[in-house]
């Protein structure tokens, strides 16, 4: 239920409610091409991600 560890580090105790993205922007370790009016994904947001992503390796 972790990141690797090449994955960047959350932005703790950082507010990022409301921020907004655009353009090319890395999530889990995929690039995305953000259009406008995309969120910045909270903390927990990658911490599911990342669970998500280690149940499906362990299938």
């Known amino acids: 239920m972790t ?3 090449d994955a960047p ?3 703790e105790g950082v507010d990022v ?3 907004l993205v655009e353009g090319r922007q ?3 370790g995929v690039e995305l091409l ?3 009016g995309a969120l ?6 990658e ?3 990342w669970s998500a992503v280690n149940r499906l390796r362990s299938m």
Request: net charge positive.
């Open 9 to 11: 580090p959350p932005d």
């Open 17 to 19: 409610r409301g921020r």
């Open 3 to 5: 990141p690797p560890a």
């Open 34 to 36: 953000c259009g406008p």
């Open 40 to 45: 910045v994904p909270r903390p927990e947001t």
């Open 47 to 49: 911490l599911l991600g």
């Open 26 to 28: 890395q999530f889990l």
